[in-house]
């Protein structure tokens, strides 16, 4: 018997001796998977022919060459092509077919089955150093790694590192960032603000919750003006910014209102209260009979008015009234000091009387000046301080026509140098004792104006700081009258301390050297309650009471 095999192709050719007739007992492995053709042949001559058609096997699979290997995932259990397939163990992976080894996993990846074409990818917060991993490991509290890490590299959801290049044990926790938003590997610099919330730059995790109704201008995001609605920007989105002029109100900037259209109204409202007031002064100062009528109980009632007042102690209690409200205003807009609102929320109304800016009538403060601050503190300080000047003018211009309307009707004759001087000198008293009369009134003004104008004038060393760099605990300051002027020395803000230092002097320190040049001369006769004097009797809304 002999054996035929090992047959690399069909050209093969095996040869055996014949030693006489008989079986013999051929075995072909055939490695080319096809048809095939087997000849016979004794002695050069073909004796007989035998077709096949070869597969392969069990377990293999035909490869582009037409021969037979290993499936994907699979291997041979030996070095011999023959041999059985086995599959691959966990941690390796064989993603085509043939003969060929199965390879181990790289690092990143995991394979926790047998015959695998491929290896797992370790997901988010998972790692693997070593090569042939079964399973990745999970990476340690506030750490985390991207798809397919060999070590955990960035921090975890909620929590954030210095910056990229920092190490992992630098993570800290986000919950103390109000407003912060922190996914997988988040520095202080991709850190995410949510809608309501405002930072200055992305070098600081100091935070600021927007006080707008609706949170309607911070918009929220990573960056600068981004985390602003479109026409806001700067210090909690305040600043408005854009071509046209606007000004921030209630959350929002608006466009400024035409010029011209406060002004009318504001005027028309003037007007009438002067005639009324000058109408109610003349039928006040009329002795004809023919006004009686209306003369008399006019007069009257001021007298009641005047009694009631005295006896009630009115102008002390309207006083010290007006001054804490003043102060109350005082306290949260000059100089930051909150108070609660379950006891004062019902000053909110009255605080005009200590925020005065009576510009605000006519259009907003920025409509009118833009950013030039220095020319609206003068406006704020020498408004009233003019409205002050002209109260005694107006009264001696009301006393020279009072005396003018009484000489003229004098029906004695006179000669003409007499009469002309009688008349210079009594104009001259009739002018002195008008500014005296409107002196008082002066006085209340000033009384009313010096804290709301004050407020204002120290308002521009009222600077508001916000954090702007972690790392060299950096801090920028803005003036919080006007969000868009940076303090921290800067020459426009310099300039508007270069104005307010004279108003100083004029207001909060002048009014009162004032109030004492007043007072002091009049220190004896208070005491002694001596006769009255023009002075005493004009300065009696400082000491009455």
């Known amino acids: 018997m002999g054996i035929l095999s090992n047959f690399a192709s069909t050209n093969s050719l095996l040869g055996i001796d ?37 597969s392969c096997r069990d377990g293999r699979v035909p490869l582009s060459d037409n021969s037979c290997g290993c499936k994907s995932g699979f291997k041979p259990a030996q070095n011999d092509v023959d041999a059985q397939c086995r599959s691959c163990a966990v941690g390796s992976y ?14 990143g990846y995991s394979q926790p089955h047998e015959g695998s074409v491929a290896c797992f990818a370790c997901g988010e917060g998972e790692y693997q150093p070593e090569v042939g991993a079964a399973t990745c490991r999970v990476c340690k509290a506030a750490t985390s790694s991207l798809s397919g890490s060999d070590q955990c590299r960035i921090c975890a959801p909620s929590y954030r590192r210095p910056n990229a290049d920092s190490s992992v044990t630098q993570c800290e926790s986000c919950d103390n960032i109000p407003g912060a938003l922190c996914g997988a590997n988040t520095t202080i610099a991709s850190l995410i603000l949510r809608p309501g919330y405002w930072r200055l730059s992305t070098l600081t995790t100091k935070t600021y919750r927007c006080d707008t109704l609706g949170n309607q201008t911070c918009v929220g995001g990573t960056e600068g003006n981004s985390i602003c609605k479109d026409g806001h920007a700067g210090p909690l989105c305040k600043v408005c910014v854009g071509e046209t002029q606007k000004y921030y109100d209630n959350g929002s900037c608006k466009d400024c209102p035409e010029a011209g259209r406060g002004v009318l109204p504001i005027l028309a409202v003037l007007a009438a209260t002067v005639l009324v007031v000058a109408a109610l002064f003349w039928l006040h100062e009329q002795r004809a009979p023919k006004y009686d009528r209306y003369a008399v109980p006019w007069r009257r009632c001021v007298h009641h008015v005047k009694a009631f007042v ?46 005065l800016k009576w510009e ?33 003018f107006l009264g001696s ?12 009707s004098k ?7 007499s009469r002309a001087d009688h008349q210079f000198r009594s104009l001259t008293e009739a002018l002195a004792q008008g500014c005296i009369d409107g002196f008082p009134l002066a006085l209340v003004l000033t009384f009313c104006f010096t804290p709301p104008v004050s407020a204002s004038i120290f308002r521009v060393w009222q600077c508001v700081s916000y ?46 050297i004032m109030y004492a040049a007043l007072l002091i001369p009049c220190r004896t006769m208070l005491i002694d309650e001596t006769a009255s004097t023009p002075l005493l009797r ?8």
């Open 94 to 107: 064989k993603d085509s077919p043939g003969d060929r080894p199965c390879s181990p996993c790289p690092v």
């Open 310 to 355: 005295k006896v009630v102690g009115l102008v002390p209690k309207a006083k010290v009234a007006i001054t804490f409200m003043q102060v109350i205003a005082a306290l949260d807009s000059t100089f930051a000091i909150g108070l609660p609102d379950q006891w004062f929320g019902w000053t909110r109304s009255l605080r005009f009387l200590g925020d």
């Open 538 to 545: 004009a300065t009696e809304f400082l000491h009455r009471d």
């Open 360 to 392: 605000q009538w006519v259009a907003p403060s920025v409509c009118i000046f833009g950013s030039d601050v220095a020319d609206l503190l003068l406006l704020r300080a020498l408004g009233p301080l003019a409205v002050i000047v002209l109260v005694p």
């Open 411 to 417: 029906r004695h004759a006179k000669r003409a140098r």
């Open 397 to 408: 211009v009301a006393s020279a026509l009072r005396w003018w309307c009484k000489a003229s």
């Open 467 to 512: 954090s702007y760099d972690d790392a060299q605990d950096e801090k920028h300051s803005y003036l919080a009258e006007d969000l868009s002027i940076r303090c921290d020395g800067s020459p426009e803000h310099s300039n508007i301390i270069n104005v307010a230092w004279p108003l100083v002097c004029v207001w909060p320190i002048g009014m009162v």
């Open 18 to 54: 014949y030693i006489g007739g008989g079986q013999y007992e051929g075995r072909i492995t055939v490695l080319v998977q096809g048809p095939f053709i087997v000849k016979l042949q004794l002695g050069g001559v073909e004796t007989a022919r035998s077709r096949g058609l070869a």
